[in-house]
């Protein structure tokens, strides 16, 4: 079982080499260690990342330019196959995700699993905050009620998982890759777990988190996404069905008026009642049509 750990990394020349340090010590220590290598994603960082990264044994890939996590994640997939990788693992290059876990995902992946997800939520978290903390748990209640499988932590960006998983399950997303691959790897049929690992302290500033609130609001939007990308029918059908009621209730509205006082008035009302009527009507159509191209 050839395994490669996969790092992507931006501005982490703090952390980088004694990431990569610990996840060789570990490894080292295991019944992998004639099996596996490690690659650093370098996502156009402009600090010492890769040259740390070569260094301390990586193998290293730079990107040009700052593209983000979802397409760091793209290239690793695309590198590990060109290293004919049997098992992925991912992990975050701050170090809040330790290297003494990765044994505990390579032993499930053995039992014949295709993903193997590290749960924050079913170990210790030392510190995560709150709007982080919230955001997690909302996006990971999504998840579930999407794929129809409990789902403790849907954001873990530590995992591990087949080549078959990584040659497969197309990540389309520009935003984040955590969900998605998820969702699709389920929907799939391909076998998932969780297990329980430690998430330590972050020592310097979160690259996630910089204003609480626009965390939030970035937070919600990517719920919207999830959804109206996994789940057409119910978000335009819940969309469209808003419409539909609203428009429904000022045309009973004004025919009431109309039964009652014999009133013909309120042009603009009959105008917006008939325009969300049609509209919620075509939007649930459409919702129809994106479900059947999903699925």
Not at 26 to 43: F, P
Not at 138 to 161: E, L, M, P, Y
Request: aromatic share 12%; with cysteine.
């Amino acid at each position: 079982m050839k395994i490669i750990v996969t790092i992507p990394a931006y501005n982490e020349e703090k952390n980088i080499g004694n990431v990569i340090e610990s996840i060789k010590t570990v490894m080292n220590l295991t019944k992998y260690k004639n099996q596996y290598k490690i690659l650093v994603v370098d996502d156009g960082s402009r600090d010492n990342t890769a040259r740390i990264a070569k260094e301390n044994g990586a193998i290293v890939y730079s990107h040009p330019y700052n593209y983000g996590l979802a397409e760091a994640f793209r290239t690793e997939i695309q590198k590990c196959i060109e290293l004919n990788a049997d098992v992925i693992v991912h992990t975050d290059a701050d170090g809040q995700y330790i290297a003494s876990d990765i044994p505990k995902l390579l032993e499930e992946m053995e039992k014949g699993y295709d993903m193997v997800l590290g749960s924050r939520f079913l170990g210790i978290i030392e510190e995560m905050p709150f709007m982080k903390r919230l955001g997690n748990i909302a996006f990971s209640k999504v998840i579930s009620n999407i794929t129809h499988f409990k789902i403790t932590d849907g954001q873990t960006g530590f995992r591990a998982f087949t080549k078959d998983v990584a040659l497969n399950v197309n990540i389309r997303s520009s935003h984040t890759y955590t969900q998605e691959q998820i969702i699709r790897a389920i929907k799939q049929k391909y076998k998932v777990k969780e297990v329980p690992v430690y998430f330590a302290k972050r020592y310097g500033k979160s690259r996630l988190i910089k204003n609480p609130f626009e965390y939030a609001v970035k937070a919600w939007i990517n719920i919207l996404r999830v959804y109206r990308d996994n789940e057409p029918l119910k978000f335009f059908g819940t969309i469209g069905t808003i419409s539909l009621t609203i428009g429904f209730l000022i045309g009973l509205w004004l025919l009431s008026l109309f039964m009652l006082t014999g009133s013909v008035g309120h042009f603009p009302s009959l105008v917006l009642s008939f325009l969300l009527i049609t509209t919620g009507i075509q939007i649930i159509v459409f919702g129809f049509l994106a479900d059947m191209r999903v699925n």
